[in-house]
Structure formats: C-alpha cells, structure tokens
C-alpha cells in the first residue's frame, strides 16, 4: 500500500511568488494534516481535514495561506504571496476515521520551500 | 500555547552505548508519542503512551509516560548506525486520537566513527 506522498519534493520561489504545495493521503485516510518545520524548530500544526471538511484550522499562521481538500481526497497548502519567514519543511500526514481504536497519523517525505 | 521542553538538542554517541532523552511540558497531555525522522523522510511513530505512569517497549526502544502526565522519557539500548536520526516527542491534548500533535524541537542523535 502506498504512503503519503508529497508534490513537490523541494520547491525554490521569490518573495511575492505564489506556490501550491499537494498532498495525496494514504487511499481510504478521512483525516488529512498539514504541519511545518520551520529553521529547525518543532514540527508545527496548521490544519486539519475529516474528510472535505475543515475539523482545526488553528495553527494556519495568517491569511496567506490556503488550504483545500476537495473531494476529500488529494489536499493543496497554497501560499500566496509567499514571504521569507514562510521557508520550511512542509509535512502532511494522514490517518484513518474515528472507528479505528488509534487513529496513527502517517506522515509523507515532506516539501522543503525555500522563500529567497 | 502548549510547549514541549526536549532535551538534551543534539547526542552523539558510540555504538553500543545507551541513549536516554527526555520531554516535560506545562500542559497534560492524554497522549504521548516518539517519533523518529530520517534525512529525506517524515516522522515515523516509534512508540505511543496512553496511560499515566505506563512503560513501553518496542524492541531496543524503551518509553514511560510521566505519572504527572506531563513529562516522558525514551531510551534507546546498544545503539547501532541506524538509530541515527532527530527523534521529536510529541503529545496529544484531546481525547480523541485524531486531535492535532504537539510536537517537542527534537533530538538530533548521532554516532561518532
């Protein structure tokens, strides 16, 4: 069975470009997460999906930032305009519905954005 | 918000030896959780706590929760070459397994030649 994959693996934009990070969850997975690591700090929650719907959405940093599950399949993490601090390793995990005892969150290889 | 104090930042080691870290955090977490991360790769969940005090093992890998429920420790025996990697803690608040994770700085281990 496939993991989580990412798309794309390392992305290298301007400031004031736009960029569109994808996530395709492991097939059957109703929780979908996005998290980042920025400067090597700790891994940091943005959001969370149950299936197409916005279940957390607490750790989006601001406005600039937009994600979308449509389908409740492949998720997108757009970044427009993407400004320095925003550089990092952006992961997404995903996990099984509620009727699972342990809902394990899979994590994917991660996009690593560099913002010049 | 929640933080999670991991120490010690970096190790390095020779093969063989014992390797101890830890995590503590001012908030109660329902549940506590060890990842490991490779280059290139995400976190793989190493162990998974649920209960206050419990001890838990998964090969080489030995992990407690906290009786206060706001602090664990990992060890890990006889390190070998791939044991090299940043291991994070991690806590859930809710109750619900699928409630976001809270993640510590990490640990990045290393062994010396």
């Known amino acids: 069975e496939a993991g989580v994959t990412q798309f794309p693996s390392h992305s290298v934009i301007e400031k004031g470009q736009t960029v569109t990070l994808r996530c395709d969850p492991i097939?059957?997975?109703?929780?979908l997460y996005w998290y980042r690591r920025v400067m090597g700090k700790e891994i940091k929650f943005l959001l969370h999906?149950?299936?197409?719907?916005?279940?957390?959405e607490s750790g989006m940093p601001n406005n600039r930032f937009l994600a979308e599950r449509t389908g409740g399949t492949y998720s997108t993490l757009k970044v427009q305009p993407a400004e320095l601090e925003d550089s990092g390793v952006y992961f997404c995990a995903s996990s099984p519905g509620s009727s699972y005892t342990y809902n394990e969150q899979f994590f994917g290889p991660g996009t690593r954005l560099t913002v010049l | 918000g929640q933080q999670l104090n991991q120490s010690p930042q970096s190790m390095f080691i020779q093969e063989g030896e014992d390797v101890s870290m830890n995590c503590t955090s001012s908030s109660i977490f329902n549940t506590w959780l060890w990842y490991k991360q490779d280059p290139g790769e995400g976190p793989v969940l190493l162990i998974a706590l649920y209960k206050a005090g419990e001890l838990t093992s998964n090969g080489r890998l030995t992990a407690q929760f906290g009786i206060t429920r706001k602090d664990s420790f990992l060890n890990i025996s006889a390190s070998i070459p791939s044991d090299v990697g940043i291991y994070f803690c991690?806590?859930?608040?809710?109750?619900?397994?699928?409630?976001?994770?809270?993640f510590g700085s990490g640990t990045r281990l290393s062994i010396r030649p």
């Open positions: 999906f149950v299936k197409e719907s916005k279940q957390d």
């Open positions: 991690a806590g859930q608040l809710g109750t619900s397994s699928a409630s976001k994770i809270i």
């Open positions: 097939s059957g997975h109703d929780n």
